[in-house]
């Protein structure tokens, strides 16, 4: 990255990151790696940037990264785009109207690249996997609830991507949600996930779910927008220097994101319109 230098002297200043540049994994990598470690060295220091300074930084991260991805297979460019839904508009390359920056927005970003390009497993099979489990998301969110049975609980799995997925659903103990969860291999790896879900005609016996009088249909939905609330619009420079937890996010970013592959949804009813678990 370019340094920032800001006219008022802001103490987070960072330095020079040198990418590699070509359409190479080893390129993003490095270049996300060195990112990583010069935020949390200045956020370590307390050194909190200004408005401007985080507008510029995430601007040019955004910048390399598609630089270095041009040329890159199509499933890999969604997923590195997808790890700003919610901060900020790549095809733009501009910040999401209506949001205000923080570092949190920062910070949730950067982690969703680590989680793509850092796993210690190889950059395509971590896309592939989520490429499988989003295909299950989408055929979850479009089936209704009673073809379930017929449909998704197959004994031989279904077919997704090629990879044969087995699925699973039942209800929770005390009759408040169902639970799909499904598993399948891919490579050397045991991929487990679930997801939380409502049907809006199902009595579930006194459940929580939204009352903001929506309905018609199932419902399946992000689980930050239930706990991440980590920094809201409007707040300045969380002061916070750590990394966030694996699916934690600021409050803006979790209204306007789609659940990161990987991680447990959590929700209530809404109509399909707002389902938002399919990616």
């Known amino acids: 990255l370019t340094s920032v230098h800001e006219a008022d002297s802001a103490p987070f200043v960072l330095q020079s990151v040198v990418p590699h540049v070509g359409a190479d994994m080893q390129g993003l990598q490095a270049y996300t790696k060195q990112a990583v470690t010069q935020v949390r060295g200045q ?4 050194d909190l940037p200004t408005a401007v300074q985080l507008h510029r ?29 919610g901060v900020w508009d790549c095809v733009a390359n501009a910040p999401l109207k209506g949001t205000t920056l923080s570092v949190a927005h920062l ?17 395509s099979g971590v896309v592939a996997v989520r490429e499988i489990s989003s295909g299950i998301r989408q055929l979850i969110a479009r089936t209704p609830f009673a073809r379930i049975q017929q449909d998704l609980l197959r004994p031989g799995g279904v077919l997704v991507r090629g990879v044969q997925v087995n699925v699973a659903f039942s209800l ?4 408040s949600h169902h639970t799909f969860s499904w598993s399948f291999r891919h490579g050397d790896r045991e991929v487990e996930e679930s997801v939380l879900y409502w049907d809006e005609h199902f009595d579930y016996g006194g459940s929580s779910c939204s009352d903001d009088g929506e309905g018609g249909g199932s419902g399946l939905e992000n689980e930050s927008d239930q706990e991440m609330a980590g920094a ?22 979790a209204r306007n994101a789609d659940s ?13 319109a707002r389902q938002r678990a399919a990616r």
């Open 43 to 46: 956020l370590q220091r307390n």
């Open 57 to 85: 930084y995430i601007h040019e991260v955004v910048r390399v990264i598609h630089k270095l991805s041009a040329g890159a297979p199509e499933p890999l460019c969604r997923e590195l785009a997808r790890c700003f839904d």
């Open 107 to 123: 910070l949730f970003a950067l982690q969703r690249l680590e989680a793509l390009l850092l796993t210690g497993h190889s950059v």
């Open 172 to 175: 929770a103990a005390d009759s």
């Open 232 to 253: 809201s619009e409007g707040e300045g420079p969380a002061s916070t220097a750590r990394l966030p937890t694996e699916g934690e996010a600021p409050a803006s970013a």
């Open 260 to 272: 990161a592959p990987g991680t447990k949804d959590r929700g209530g009813r809404r109509s399909r």
